[in-house]
């Protein structure tokens, strides 16, 4: 069987990775590991690393989860922000940010005063300031050496996908994610598809047989484009390439890294295995008229996955404006047809609409609130870090033109 090369010298089987985190068996979101230690106190202190987009969107959920789970559960708890490092903290974004907060949670509960931390090396300050749990919402190239800072510092810890950019972080992502089970820390990941209950319901049924043998998955992440932030007077070029990380492949591991990676992730869900190999294509046609020294990354990939057992998966990743638009994952099987999260259409019988809510950025924070709240420990970082690499896979078959082998690339980017 294929080895999946951790940190350290060991090594786990692909098939075993399987079992190890209930991925071929029912579509749980996240496996249980043990009770874990209770908190100090019923508040949850939280440190954010990276306040973008989606680290302010994590917070702004993590302190909206309490009032939602005394509503729905009963569950009496707290969560207060204490601590935030950014590479631009300094800058109007930030603050106007926290104003924000403070402005909707109260001051008592967005507590961050001589502790908002300036920097690329701020997440160490910010993570030592006697917090519980810390977000990392950082680019993918910086996340492997934040996450293992907060683990071995033993800190529970929400990290946004993908987990890393190369080879190296994804081992680097798998030794902590290791560390984080022996010493009983709670990982949640940003794939938030696997917290939503018309993906779980949907996931369950296929595996269940609902279209029989699946033969084939097609997966889509085609949109119009992202941002771009010129280069101002004085920006060195370090600071013009952090905050258009993004387009650089360091930093971002590429589009499809980056967003692809949510629709292969729940292809391989469906499968409860990952692929053995990837070929690809891709090119650069319209994304900053060419020019490299703006934007590194390809704005079309089309990859062929196969799994062990001989089933392909088709991926399409894309930014290409007044071109075909398609975010999802399809699924054929020997019974029938599904679109993930929506419907299924059985070649006999009825067509079954896929019931249940969605809003998985919000279910996410609140499981991990609940969970963390009572004493209940998962970890989600060695699936985030396989479906990273899946991506990663066929980034470098698109790049190289070269049929992959899983097993090849992990061993080449490791030593």
């Not at 990939?301 to 399409?316: A, L, N």
Request: proline share 3%.
């Amino acid at each position: 069987p294929n080895k999946f090369l951790m940190k350290e010298q060991e090594t786990v089987s692909r098939r075993s990775f399987i079992g190890s985190t209930a991925l071929a068996g029912a579509a749980a979101s996240f496996p249980y590991v043990a009770k874990g230690k209770d908190l100090k106190s019923d508040t949850i202190r939280v440190a954010v690393v990276g306040l973008g987009g989606r680290g302010s969107g994590a917070i702004d959920q993590i302190l909206s989860a309490p009032q939602d789970l005394e509503k729905t559960k009963g569950i009496k708890c707290n969560t207060k922000l204490v601590a935030v490092a950014d590479a631009f903290a300094d800058g109007e974004k930030v603050q106007r940010k926290l104003s924000g907060f403070k402005k909707k949670f109260g001051e008592d509960r967005v507590d961050v005063e001589g502790k908002i931390f300036n920097g690329l090396d701020a997440y160490k300050q910010a993570i030592d300031s006697g917090v519980d749990m810390v977000v990392i919402a950082t680019p993918p190239g910086f996340k492997p050496q934040q996450f293992e800072y907060a683990i071995n510092q033993g800190k529970k810890v929400f990290m946004e996908k993908p987990v890393a950019s190369d080879v190296t972080g994804v081992n680097r992502v798998l030794a902590a994610a290791k560390k984080a089970k022996e010493k009983g820390l709670s990982v949640g990941i940003g794939l938030q598809r696997r917290h939503e209950e018309r993906y779980m319901d949907c996931v369950k049924r296929l595996q269940d047989g609902a279209i029989g043998d699946i033969n084939l998955l097609r997966v889509y992440w085609n949109g119009g484009g992202i941002w771009h932030r010129p280069k101002t007077d004085g920006m060195t070029e370090m600071e013009y390439q952090v905050n258009n990380w993004y387009h650089f492949i360091w930093a971002s591991g590429d589009q499809i890294c980056e967003q692809h990676i949510h629709n292969l992730d729940v292809g391989c869900w469906v499968k409860g295995m990952y692929p053995v190999e990837a070929n690809g294509m891709g090119g650069r046609e319209q994304r900053m008229g060419g020019d490299r020294s703006k934007s590194q990354i390809f704005d079309h990939t089309f990859v062929e996955y196969t799994f062990p057992d001989g089933t392909k998966m088709y991926s399409q990743g894309r930014h290409l404006k007044n071109s075909f638009t398609q975010v999802g994952e399809y699924a054929h099987g020997s019974k029938g047809t599904c679109k993930i999260g929506s419907h299924i259409e059985p070649f006999k019988g009825d067509p079954i609409r896929i019931r249940g809510a969605g809003g998985g950025h919000y279910q996410e924070q609140k499981d991990l609130v609940e969970h963390l709240y009572k004493g209940k420990i998962y970890n989600e970082a060695e699936y985030g870090a396989m479906s990273t690499f899946t991506a990663i896979l066929g980034r470098e078959a698109c790049y190289s033109g070269k049929l992959l082998k899983w097993d090849d690339l992990l061993k080449k980017g490791s030593d």
